[in-house]
C-alpha cells in the first residue's frame, strides 16, 4: 500500500473512531429521538404536492401540539390580521415550513419534565426566536437570511442545554452557574472540562436527528464559536449559518437588554462585536434597535 493509501487508511480509521466515540456518547447522554408527527409531517412535505387535509389530520390528532401551532399563528410576530381558529388556518398563515419547524418546537418542549428552569429555558428561547425573525425581517444586511430560518434556529440554537440538564442534573446546574460567574470563558469551553461534549454539538445532533435544514444544524454548532464568526464574516456569499449566529447572538443580546433582571451572558462581549460586524451594524444602527425590539422581547409566549 503507498503512503499515501496508508496515511488516508489512518486517517480514515482515526476519523470512524471519533465519530463512533461521538455517537455512543451522544446515545448515552439521550438525545431525544425524532417524535413520529414530525417524520410525518416532513414525509409530506417533501412531497411535490403536500396533502393539505393529511397534514391537518396528522397536527390536530396531537392536543397539545395543535394548540401550540395555533398560539403561534396569532402571536404578533406572525400576525396576520385575522384570528386563527384551526390547524388548517395555522398552516395557511404561517407556511408549511415554518408550520413544519414551529411544531418541533413545540414537540421539543413537550419532551422535558416541566421545572421551573426549563420554563424560563423555554421562555427565554421563544423570545430569542420572536426577535431573531423580527431581526431577519428589519435589517437590510440580514437580507440572505429568511426570517423562519431564523425564527427556528432562535428556538432551537440552546436546545442541547435541556438535554445536558435531564443527564446531568445538578452537576450540569453548577457548570451554568460558573459560566454566568466566569465571564471570561465560554460556556462550551466549561463544559468540555467536566462532560464529553457541549450543548452546541449536542444541539447540533438533535436539530440533525430532527430534520432540521444544514444551515440550522450548522449555526447550532458553531453559534458560541468566535473564530467561525469572524473568519466569515462577509456570510451574504451565501453561507447563511453566518447570518443566523450573527442574527441570533443580536436577538439575544436585545432579549438581555429588555430584561435587566435576567443574569446577562458572557458571550456578547466576545461575540457581540463579530455579529454586528458580520451584519455591518454599527453602534447607532444598534442604539436605533432598542426602542422597536421591546414590544417584541417582551410579548407574552
Not at 24 to 52: R, V, W, Y
Not at 206 to 225: K, Q
Not at 248 to 271: C, V
Request: net charge neutral; with cysteine; proline share 4%.
Amino acid at each position: 500500500m503507498a503512503d499515501s493509501e496508508a496515511r488516508a487508511a489512518v486517517e480514515k480509521s482515526a476519523a470512524g473512531r471519533a465519530t463512533l466515540m461521538l455517537e455512543t456518547s451522544f446515545h448515552e447522554i439521550g438525545i431525544p429521538t425524532c417524535p413520529a408527527i414530525i417524520t410525518q409531517i416532513k414525509t409530506e412535505m417533501d412531497k411535490e404536492d403536500p396533502d393539505l387535509h393529511q397534514l391537518d389530520r396528522a397536527i390536530s390528532s396531537d392536543v397539545a401540539i395543535a394548540a401550540g401551532l395555533i398560539g403561534i399563528a396569532n402571536s404578533p410576530h406572525f400576525g396576520s390580521g385575522r384570528r386563527v381558529r384551526s390547524v388548517r388556518d395555522a398552516l395557511q398563515v404561517l407556511g408549511l415550513a415554518t408550520a413544519g419547524r414551529a411544531v418541533a418546537g413545540i414537540a421539543l418542549r413537550n419532551v422535558f419534565p416541566i421545572t421551573p428552569q426549563i420554563e424560563r429555558f423555554w421562555h427565554t428561547s421563544a423570545a430569542v426566536a420572536r426577535l431573531s425573525g423580527w431581526l431577519a425581517k428589519r435589517l437590510e444586511s440580514s437580507r440572505e437570511v429568511l426570517a423562519e430560518d431564523a425564527y427556528t434556529f432562535g428556538l432551537f440554537r440552546n436546545c442541547g442545554i435541556p438535554v445536558l440538564m435531564k443527564r446531568y442534573g445538578q452537576d450540569y446546574d453548577k457548570l451554568l452557574k460558573r459560566a454566568d460567574d466566569e465571564q471570561g470563558i465560554g460556556i462550551t469551553e466549561i463544559e468540555e472540562s467536566k462532560l464529553p461534549t457541549n450543548h452546541a454539538a449536542v444541539g447540533s445532533a438533535l436539530s440533525r436527528a430532527w430534520w432540521l435544514p444544514e444551515e440550522i444544524t450548522l449555526a447550532i454548532r458553531h453559534h458560541h464559536d468566535q473564530n467561525m464568526v469572524t473568519l466569515s464574516a462577509d456570510f451574504r456569499r451565501g453561507n447563511e449559518a453566518i447570518g443566523l449566529i450573527a442574527v441570533g447572538q443580536i436577538a439575544e443580546h436585545l432579549f438581555q437588554y429588555h430584561n435587566p433582571k435576567l443574569r446577562q451572558g458572557s458571550d456578547w462581549g466576545r461575540m457581540g462585536p463579530v455579529a454586528l460586524r458580520a451584519l455591518g451594524i454599527g453602534e447607532e444602527a444598534l442604539q436605533e434597535l432598542y426602542p422597536p425590539s421591546k414590544a417584541v422581547a417582551l410579548a407574552s409566549n
